[in-house]
């Protein structure tokens, strides 16, 4: 037993596990500050009253979200880097690290998009009304009135595409992203698959670790800030 | 959502309506523009050219790649949700029973199953099936276990929220009559929470069909592997891989319109309307009630995953 313990806690020596995390964080750190961006523009497009803008968005939406990420990953390293020869960096790792938060980015503003809007969706049309009512124009409306409670309703959604964002930055291993957990989980596995089982169990209980803090805070804070009607 | 209804704007008088048309116009001619510099600057790469997109449109590229690949998808997708269900009703109600020690173990290997991502569990099982020889296709199973555990585990929070969400007269009128807890749950409030949870069902559906995509990091030839074969031999990995992606795009629409319509269609029929209620009927407006159960399933089909 003493002896499996020192040799598993040998590959730690070898292998680079925190620094493999590590690079899923900041995959999920720039994508979500980028899908954030990207999301936000889509949910304003998508509820204005221009019928060209909500269409966009809507087709946005709609294709992004029924994707599969790994297509779009799998897109942007043959088709877009292979193929057409488009490149992010000089640098070859730096490159498909920036393809990787692209990708990331596209696939979780779908996301963004549609839990903004339901944020919005949350709030009664008497909001809006009781706002005109005592003579607030558009813009008062929007900022005293109804983005506060929309923001409110949209923490949850937004927690859990935060979440699934996280998870997903695994995914980066279909653009060459070798730094990343599942690649080095499963360079690890081959050349020692006796500890098949602790190795396995190091990376998933890493997320473990990772996601339930945030799930939590989600939840604390969904409900800490949920407008009681 | 329509603009009539929309919370932040009133209805346009006629300054307004000249003015979103004015925008209507704006925003036609960008969006066409963009696209229109998108097909250009593909025209200028040669994109567009037949001797590209036409071995797509021959009868080998589908008989010999997309639609065995397709097959393999769906064959993938099918077993993982059935066993999903299976895996969810299970875990469901243990995390409803009665004994505190089942709900530990079933809150335990719900919330550890959706915390880890599911391409890691799928590479874990491929290489521990191939180590091991079980069964003649490692990576089919290793895709379709993998999924089970994942969607599984957010089929028994969606469970257990449509328990949790039917009127609480339903359990008490079964143990009234004398049911015990066990029994009351299944026949009583199980049933109404399955009917209930069914447009979110169909939604987690999407989910597991865009998973199986994952197996081809792990060489499972399932539809994005076969177009990825198919492109590599024809040098034609953006035109292949975009029919992937249509067929992909076009069968997880039709499967969220069926969603859309079962919630509109079960809405009246399930019991106490409480039962439809936003958690689950209608899973883009969050519940605001509280406990992870209802945040999940608020979000049950925005899942990113």
């Given amino acids: 037993m003493g002896d499996f313990l020192s040799q598993f806690a040998a590959l730690f020596a070898e292998y680079d596990v925190p620094g493999a995390f590590w690079v899923n964080i900041q995959l999920t750190f720039w994508a979500a500050i980028f899908s954030l961006i990207l999301g936000t523009v889509l949910a304003l497009m998508r509820i204005s009253p221009i019928a060209s803008l909500q269409w966009a968005g809507a087709a946005y939406v709609n294709v992004l979200r029924n994707t599969p990420l790994t297509v779009i990953m799998t897109f942007l390293f043959l088709a877009v880097w292979t193929q057409l020869q488009i490149s992010l960096s000089d640098d070859f790792a730096q490159n498909f690290f920036r393809f990787a938060v692209v990708g990331l980015t596209v696939y979780h503003a779908a996301f963004v998009c549609e839990a903004i809007r339901s944020g919005v969706n949350t709030v009664p049309l008497g909001q809006a009304e009781a706002a005109r009512a005592i003579g607030l124009s558009f813009l008062p409306a929007a900022r005293l009135i109804i983005l506060p409670q929309a923001f409110r309703g949209a923490v949850a959604p937004l927690g859990n595409t935060l979440i699934a964002l996280l998870k997903n930055s695994t995914v980066a291993a279909a653009v060459s992203v070798s730094t990343e957990t599942s690649t080095l989980m499963r360079e690890m596995i081959e050349s020692n698959a006796n500890y098949i089982y602790a190795i396995f169990m190091t990376f998933a209980i890493g997320f473990v670790v990772l996601v339930i803090p945030i799930g939590l805070l989600t939840t604390y804070l969904s409900n800490r800030l949920a407008v009681r009607r | ?305």
């Fill in chain 2, 1 to 305: 959502m329509s603009t009539q209804k929309s919370v932040l704007f009133d209805a346009p008088g006629p300054r307004a309506r000249r003015g979103i048309a004015i925008g209507n116009v704006v925003g036609a001619i960008v969006v066409a523009g963009i696209a229109a510099l998108v097909l250009a600057e593909l025209g200028r790469k040669g994109q567009l050219s037949w001797d590209l997109w036409g071995p797509i449109f021959t009868s080998s590229a589908w008989l010999d790649y997309f639609l065995p690949g397709l097959q393999n998808t769906l064959r993938a997708a099918a077993w993982a949700v059935v066993g999903a269900v299976v895996f969810g009703l299970v875990f469901g109600s243990g995390r409803l029973a009665s004994s505190r020690t089942v709900r530990w173990i079933s809150g335990v290997v719900v919330e550890f199953f959706r915390a880890v991502p599911v391409l890691l569990m799928m590479i874990f099982f491929w290489l521990l099936f191939g180590y091991n020889d079980v069964g003649d296709e490692p990576a089919f199973l290793a895709v379709v276990v993998a999924l089970i555990l994942y969607n599984g585990s957010v089929i028994a929070e969606l469970v257990r929220s449509g328990v949790g969400n039917l009127p609480k007269g339903q359990s008490e009128a079964g143990l009234a009559i004398g049911l015990t807890g066990g029994q009351t749950l299944r026949s009583i409030q199980l049933p109404q929470a399955l009917i209930a949870m069914l447009p979110a069902l169909v939604s987690q559906l999407v989910v597991v069909l865009k998973d199986t995509a994952l197996g081809q990091i792990i060489a499972y030839p399932e539809l994005l592997r076969a177009a990825q074969t198919f492109g590599n031999g024809n040098s034609n990995n953006l035109q292949t891989l975009a029919v992937a992606a249509v067929i992909f795009i076009v069968i997880n629409w039709a499967l969220t319109a069926l969603a859309r319509w079962l919630s509109r269609y079960l809405s009246g029929r399930t019991s106490g309307g409480a039962a439809a209620g936003p958690g689950i009927g209608n899973p883009a407006t969050p519940t605001g009630k509280g406990g992870p159960g209802n945040a999940i399933a608020a979000t049950g089909d925005a899942t990113a995953t």
